[in-house]
């Protein structure tokens, strides 16, 4: 992901699962390490579509659902991916089998936030560093075949949200998905969202 749409998601994961809508630039800049000017364009962005208010050293979130689709219509998940194979198990057993170290994401994710899956699928999306990838394509030969196998960079602070991806980047991934399954899945998150804003 690019370090704007990091910022967002850092915003969204605080609103959403932490109830926080006050922040300082300077808070996000030093728990990422980022030059101030890259912080300061991402809330501005966000203050120019009127989903945040900026007053004087803090801002604070109007709208996360704003920022939400702003994200959303912002990111390409297809330049995410490192790697993806096609392996002929079930979805469960290929979850299964996923390394330790992952982050799940897409329906997994989903189904974890969810309880319960709002549609059969048949991809598992996870994220993994870099340096891991060789160890990935050892456990997953490239085989022919639609993939069903999708493996996405992470980033160095995504780890710290968790093994699976959190209530508002799933549903932002999702969101760039194109089986027909995901609009299923895009719903029941969403309702989700509406569930834990005000």
Do not use: C
């Not at 605080?14 to 990422?32: R, S």
């Not at 009127?50 to 390409?76: C, E, M, P, Q, S």
């Not at 979850?95 to 991809?123: N, V």
């Not at 932002?172 to 299923?184: G, P, S, T």
């Amino acid at each position: 992901m690019k370090k704007i749409e990091t910022i967002w998601h850092h915003i969204l994961w605080l609103v959403l699962e932490k109830g926080n809508y006050k922040f300082t630039q300077k808070e996000i800049t030093e728990y990422f390490k980022y030059s101030s000017s890259t912080v300061n364009l991402a809330v501005k962005k966000l203050a120019l579509i009127g989903a945040v208010d900026i007053k004087g050293k803090f801002f604070v979130v109007k709208d996360a659902k704003k920022i939400l689709y702003y994200w959303a219509t912002h990111r390409n998940i297809q330049k995410n991916i490192n790697y993806e194979t096609y392996i002929g198990e079930s979805i469960y057993e290929l979850e299964g089998l996923i390394p330790p170290e992952a982050i799940f994401g897409g329906y997994t994710a989903a189904k974890y936030i969810l309880g319960e899956p709002s549609s059969d699928y048949s991809k598992v999306y996870f994220y993994i560093n870099e340096e891991k990838i060789e160890e990935v394509k050892k456990r997953f030969p490239k085989t022919s075949g639609t993939p069903n196998i999708i493996v996405l960079k992470s980033y160095p602070k995504q780890r710290e949200y968790g093994n699976m991806t959190t209530l508002s980047q799933t549903f932002v991934d999702l969101w760039n998905m194109n089986d027909w399954y995901a609009k299923d899945f895009l719903q029941e998150l969403e309702r989700r969202i509406d569930d834990v804003l005000p």
